[in-house]
């Protein structure tokens, strides 16, 4: 992944290797765990390039995610997802509308 960034700012580039673990079934977890993947990596068998161009800077990540299942008994409210536009307060006197 490359990110263009502007003046003073020089672009980024990261390569990123994923691994996930899928135990839904069991403990009702999907974890997913992402890490960078330097020049001469041989982990996973995929040569990573050198950057190709002297403006670029590789970064480094490590993070990962976990997603987990929700309970039988959950009845959240589906409209939480659904946001309504908020009022400006004082639109109306400063003539935007409302």
Request: proline share 5%.
């Amino acid at each position: 992944v490359t990110v263009d960034l502007p003046w003073p700012f020089s672009s980024r580039e990261v390569v990123l290797d994923a691994c996930g673990v899928d135990d839904i079934e069991d403990t009702g977890d999907i974890a997913i765990l992402v890490r960078t993947l330097d020049t001469g990596d041989a982990s996973t068998g995929i040569t990573i390039p050198k950057v190709d161009a002297s403006d670029i800077v590789r970064i480094d990540f490590l993070g990962g995610f976990l997603f987990r299942r929700l309970p039988d008994d959950w009845h959240g409210d589906k409209a939480a997802g659904q946001q309504t536009k908020p009022a400006v307060a004082g639109a109306k006197s400063a003539g935007l509308g409302a």
